[in-house]
């Protein structure tokens, strides 16, 4: 079956009855059916089972409790469990630390493993009320910029266009006008700029153009789809739903959504950190999980989180290019303050940093909503995050910034360790 089709079923089935097997081709079981039925069987096993275990912990997860030993119903009989996660603690209580500390009016911080999908730190906040839902597993907050990494990969890996190909366009950097998005007018005022520097520099117009000139609507639908848009994420704990409309036709609609300049598009922090994994991790999308075993008094296994991958999105080259774009992102773009301590820090030398940040104001909550989801690597490690905090009024923090203070945490005790064999702090 062909990639595009693929997609096609993975969006039109739910991740029940034959549509698993749907699910199944997308994660690259290719093999004669008879040794396939193992394999299968053993996704079928843990995708109930996270699904149940959503519906049962969720209450939980939602008020931001994590609870080591719960009664719930596992088979149609009330069970005492003990619930091991996956939590870093190390990491997780960096990125309580810093939100408590900058205390915006909301902020999160998702980690995710991008090789195995394990959740390494999930950390909600609201200045006005301590008791507020979990952040990181509500999609109602705006895509913004962060969508140019769906159109960019779309670009590459569809159209075929390499990091330094040359976008024209008129108009400013930031806003973005019809006038300026439908002229293809070459004038002596005609900006020209590359593709990896108009991704790191966030710039609105040379997006739409890039959507108008390079790709088609289906095109980007189709790879908005392979980021998990409009498809619940089969995660063991609930997380809603991220949302993206691409019009059917050409024209300026489409330039909003290609630049993310719009208010339709949403998703959640945890499918943000799912998007920055995916570049990271050669172009295959990891679904999170957040409990490493769930057991019954007696000690067994009831529930054994595994890496449930979600099918290659893109090809390896295509996610090493759009690596280019978002290291160019950290490293001369819109969070180039933000990381330049860690960028010109020799210790961090060998590894490897990129990301994309999104500003715009939302309604849910209400205020201006800033993003940043990257990744940090090296020769054997991949980590992926997702910030974001809104504001009201005043800015007390930028996302940025919370996305390197998290690389930081992570990779400090492995690069000061001369022959890398620290892990993670908490580890």
Known sequence: MRAKNKYKLLKLFAFSGASLFALYSLMGFTSSESQEAPA????QTQLEQRTHIAKVVGEKIRSNQFPEKMDINWDGEGQSVKLAYTIDEGLQKEADRLLKSYKPDYGAIFMIDAMTGEVLAMSSFQRDNPSAPNLNLQATFPAASVFKVVTATAAVDKAGVNPEHKIRYNGGAYTLYKKNVLSDKVTRWTNVISLKDAFARSINTAFGRLSIEN????????????????????ADFPVDMGVAYVPPGKGFEL???????????????????????????GGQVVVPYLFN?????????LYQGSTLTNGTIMSKESAAKVRQLMEQTV??????????????????REIEMGGKTGHLTGDNPRGRVDWFVGY?????RKIAVAAITVNKKFWTVKSAHLGQSMFRKYFGPIVSNQKGRVISSAK
């Not at 303050?337 to 210790?347: A, G, L, M, T, Y």
């Not at 940090?376 to 054997?380: G, H, S, V, W």
């Open 331 to 348: 490293v001369a773009g819109t969070s180039r303050r933000s990381f330049r301590p860690i960028v010109r820090d020799r210790k961090f």
């Open 40 to 43: 299968l069987k053993k996704i």
């Open 255 to 281: 330039a909003e959504v290609a630049s993310g300049y719009n208010k339709t598009n949403r998703m959640s922090p945890v499918q943000g950190a799912m998007i920055a994994a995916a570049v990271a991790n």
């Open 215 to 234: 790709l088609h609507p289906e095109d980007l639908n189709e790879y908005a789809n392979r980021f998990m848009f409009n498809q619940e994420i089969p």
């Open 376 to 380: 940090a690597l090296d020769d054997e």
């Open 293 to 301: 075993s769930i057991e019954d008094e007696k000690g067994s296994a």
